[in-house]
């Protein structure tokens, strides 16, 4: 496991107190009392979140959720109200609200999640019941917010139960969206959660539902996924959802995902369909499987239709998955064989006026020519040289396009001198020296351009 930093934490119990002693001993008014206990504390290391810090006297909107939720827990007939208190509950804790974070502190502290789950299995199966069941899962993909909230999630037997509730309702769009939310919420920077999904088979319910729905309208399935297969928990050493990817591929997720792609641009879901298979691409064979399922194919027509609907998202991300499948060879050659090259430098003159398209463009463009002569002169061919120095010129400010170009134009010169030559003959160099000197995290990248261009002086 990896460090963890323990903070003084206080109870609610300790914090009233406090307050009142100001008020009391002290002849501060309540408003002042509490500003004094808050400051106090804070200067002291100590940890307010879950903390109710309201004036003495005043109720707070959580607390009152969660108290009427709790006399709610033993009358299963009053799914009405359930529905009004969950509601309120996600809309106090959910992201569109300011104080969002503190508020799900304060639910969790105060056992919000514990009775989020223990609602969620006194919901009634059937008709009439569904929308009891989407409130209690909205509000929990909302209460839980950090590792506390998932650990307790984790404890209430909330995998289980949340795996439970998907198998239940598999033909059911909304409550697999809802359902799937809590995973990806749960599974967030959470270890142990992530496995607890695993081991309940979440794979497999995943290929099941995308096999039956067709990969349409379940947003969330995609976000899970991807959290899933994210290391995200600092407190952990050794991840295990590099092996879960490939597990994720081996079962045909990989391969269900390709299929989504086939419907292009058309298809609500693309940009998170692009993001989640780079996430399963964790290694060679896969990214070889993706390309014979036709996930190539399915990319560069993507790519296509997006300069020609002027759809800058999907521009992004299918060339960034494009690099990721580019890291095999194999995959590189039939990228440019299919007209890879020509695809990429026509989408950038189409999104000449926008360095965060061009920027991936050269990415890819410098992954296809690593180690391959071949695929370098192609690209000079196609015009990259020209795409590098227009665009160094034309954005100097941007700082990871202006280094992205350092590291292409590296793999283009590298193993081809007769690059060399027609990149320096056009100037180049005053560029990339510039970038050098204007960007921190040009240098090293720069540097490595000037040295492979054959210029002595690279490190000046």
Known sequence: ????????????????????????????????????????????????????????????????????????????EALDEMVEVFDKLNELCGAENANANANAAIATKNGGVELAC????????????????????????????????????????????????????????DVLNSGFRVVASAATGDEIVKESFMELKVDELILEIMSI????????VYDAIRVLLTPDDNRVVASQVYGYARKFAKIGIAEAIVDSLRAGLSSPDLVSACITLKAIAVNDEICKSIAEKGGIDAVLRCIDDSGEQGNKAVAKVCCSLLSKLAGSDTNKSAIVGKGGMDKL?????????????????????????????ENAARAIEAGAGDL??????????????QRNCCLMIRNLVVRNPENRTILLNNGIEEYIRKAKQTHVNCKDAANDALRDLGLDSYNL
Do not use: W
């Open 1 to 76: 496991m990896g460090k963890t930093t323990t903070l003084r934490t206080i109870s609610q119990e300790a914090f009233d107190e406090l307050v009142k002693e100001n008020i009391d001993d002290l002849g501060m008014e309540p408003a002042e009392a509490l500003k004094d206990a808050i400051e106090t504390l804070t200067l002291q290391g100590v940890d307010l979140s879950g903390i109710v810090t309201s004036v003495p006297g005043e109720s707070n909107p959580v607390i009152e959720c969660l108290e009427r939720l709790r006399r709610l827990e033993s009358e299963a």
């Open 118 to 173: 223990s609602l969620c299995t006194k919901i009634p199966r059937g008709t009439g019941s569904d929308l009891a069941l989407l409130s209690t899962l909205n509000a929990m993909a909302s209460l839980l917010h950090d590792v506390q909230s998932t650990g307790t999630f984790q404890k209430s037997n909330g995998p289980r139960i949340i795996i439970g509730i998907l198998n239940d309702n598999k033909h059911n769009i």
């Open 213 to 220: 729905h067709n990969n349409t309208g379940i947003q969330s």
């Open 345 to 373: 430098i026509k989408l950038s003159a189409r999104y000449a006026d926008d360095p965060s398209v061009l920027q991936e463009v050269m990415s890819i463009i410098a992954v296809l020519s690593l180690r391959s002569p």
């Open 388 to 401: 590098a120095i227009q665009a160094m010129q034309k954005f100097p400010a941007a700082h990871q396009m």
